[in-house]
Each structure stands twice: as structure tokens, then as C-alpha cells.
């Protein structure tokens, strides 16, 4: 079964779709790994950094997308004959190994999600809303991705920022979450809200299920340059908060290539593969690998519940 991995902040403009779409290509490109993105993320920027918009356009044309799916899920009675199976695109950007759960501007109503929930809630002999939301909210990405889980060694949510519905079920769903920083101020606070969060959610769902999310590290992305005299500063208070292990080494610099490659809609891995910002990816790539093996190592030898923190 492979791990499914959140890559998440609570602040936007972070480099969180820039750091899933590069490290899913290197897993797949170098390291021969079986890899699904899926784009929780109304702006589909994730989407659109693997597959050109004209082809966005027909999958959506299609009904294949993510919005389908969780219109299943909301909808069950429907007579929806796609699966999961049905919209993943597989070999994206010509890479083996590397799919792609499209997502789409739409992705669910919020009012026929609380009306559903309201009638789930209602049918029930003691009526509790907020017993059937967290329910809902536990199972809507985790059953949408099960019938592909084992195909895959990696599954990468690419989570909008925030805190919307999506973004907390991905969060459930997951095994480890990525925190994309940037080395600024504000960056602080977004990670800073996002542990508040994590906890909040482990709390309310602590009676249904034991939710062992670990962060498998921060990754700052575009440091340098400008934001040089921040670095310090920043770096300070993350330090202050958080072990070394749970902090990347490998850093990713500023560098144009990595915005550049945007523009033609492929990873910057694949689009500059000699730039500065790429060889940087595939370093990172090396050392989230470790990471996963130390984990898996230490599984092995016996122990159900590791703390990534404790690694040395």
C-alpha cells in the first residue's frame, strides 16, 4: 500500500504546487517510483503544471475530473458509471510512473454537502451534525482514493490553502504531510497555523480513529536573493519550534526556470533539467527517499508508531 502524503500550508504563494509537481516527477523520472498527484485545489494549478489547458478542457468536457468523484461521494444514489479509474491520466508529461487525479474550478457545493449531512444527520436516532460532518469529512478522500491506493507507492494531495473541506480530509487521509515554506515572516505564521489546525483535527477525530499524521518536514522553496535578509530571522523561529530532522536540508533557490516552466506546463525537472532550481528538486528527491526508507526501516524492525522526529 503505498503512503499518501499531504503537501500543505495555511498560507498561499508558498511554492506548495511547485514542490508536489517536482518531487512527484523526480520519485517517478529518477527513481523508477509508481506516483499519483491529486489536485484538491480550485485553482488547479497542480493540473495545469502537468497537462496543457486544451486537455483540461476535454477532460472536463469528459466529466473527468475531481469534481465528479466527490459529486459520487455527496450523491451517492447517482448513476455515475465513471471511477477513479476513469479519470486519472496516466504517463503525464511523458513520464512512466507519473498520473494525475485532474482537479477542476468546481469541485463541490457546499449546500448539497450540508444538506446531505443534515439529512444523514437527521435519520439517525440521537441527530449529531457535527458526529456526521467529521464522519464525512474522514471518509470523502480516503474512499475516493482507495480502490488506486495499492497501485501507487506515493499518492500527493496538492491542498489549497486554507482550511476548506478538501484540504482537512486530505489531511485525514494522509500518512505524512510536506509543509512548503518561504523564508519570510508571514511564512511563520502560515506554519504556525497549520500545527494549531493539524492538532485541532487529531483532536476531533480522536473518538473514530487514531490519527497518526507525522510531518515529514519543511521544505523552503525560493530562498535567496531578496529574501536574503529575512533568512536568518526565519530560520530562527522554525528552529526554535521545531527538531532538525523535521527539517529539509536541501533548500530550493530562487531561480526563474522554476516560474518559467509554468508557462509550458510541465515540472521545472523536466521543462530546465540543468537549471539550479531543478538540480535542487532532484537533491530534495534523494533526501525525502531517505526519509520514507527510515521510516520503513524502522517499521520493520518492529515498531507500529515511529516519530520521524526522533530519526537521526
Not at 526519509?291 to 515511529?306: H, L, T
Request: hydrophobic residues 40%.
Amino acid at each position: 500500500m503505498g503512503f499518501v502524503i499531504a503537501t500543505v500550508n495555511m498560507k498561499g504563494g508558498v511554492g506548495k504546487t511547485t514542490l508536489t509537481v517536482n518531487l512527484a516527477t523526480c520519485l517517478a523520472k529518477q527513481h523508477q517510483k509508481r506516483v499519483l498527484v491529486v489536485d484538491l485545489d480550485t485553482q488547479i494549478s497542480a493540473t495545469l503544471s502537468l497537462i496543457a489547458p486544451q486537455d483540461f478542457a476535454k477532460a472536463r468536457k469528459a466529466r473527468r475530473t475531481l469534481n465528479q468523484l466527490i459529486d459520487k461521494a455527496i450523491r451517492p444514489n447517482r448513476h455515475a458509471k465513471l471511477t477513479i479509474q476513469d479519470v486519472i491520466r496516466s504517463y503525464v508529461c511523458s513520464v512512466k510512473g507519473l498520473d494525475l487525479l485532474p482537479g477542476d474550478i468546481d469541485l463541490y457545493d457546499e449546500y448539497l454537502v450540508s444538506e446531505m449531512l443534515h439529512q444523514e444527520a437527521s435519520r439517525e436516532e440521537t441527530p449529531n451534525f457535527n458526529q456526521v460532518w467529521n464522519r464525512f469529512e474522514r471518509l470523502l478522500i480516503k474512499s475516493i482514493l482507495e480502490p488506486v491506493i495499492d497501485n501507487y507507492d506515493f499518492i500527493i494531495l496538492d491542498c489549497a490553502p486554507g482550511y476548506n473541506l478538501l484540504t482537512r480530509s486530505g489531511i485525514v487521509a494522509s500518512d505524512f504531510y510536506l509543509l512548503p515554506a518561504r523564508p519570510e515572516p508571514l511564512s511563520v505564521v502560515g506554519i504556525q497555523l497549520l500545527e494549531r489546525r493539524i492538532a485541532k483535527l487529531k483532536e476531533s477525530h480522536k473518538s473514530n480513529m487514531s490519527l497518526d499524521l507525522q510531518l515529514l518536514g519543511i521544505v523552503f522553496i525560493l530562498s535567496g536573493g531578496l529574501l536574503g535578509r529575512y533568512y536568518k530571522q526565519v530560520m530562527n523561529r522554525v528552529t526554535e519550534d521545531f527538531v532538525p530532522t523535521q527539517l529539509f536540508k536541501n533548500r530550493i533557490p530562487m531561480d526563474v526556470n522554476v516560474a518559467k516552466a509554468v508557462d509550458s506546463f510541465m515540472p521545472a525537472v523536466i521543462a530546465s533539467p540543468n537549471s539550479s532550481g531543478a538540480k535542487a528538486f532532484m537533491r530534495l528527491t534523494e533526501e525525502f527517499v531517505e526519509k520514507i526508507n527510515a521510516y520503513q526501516n524502522e517499521f520493520k524492525n518492529g515498531s507500529s508508531k515511529m516519530n520521524l522526529a526522533n530519526l537521526e
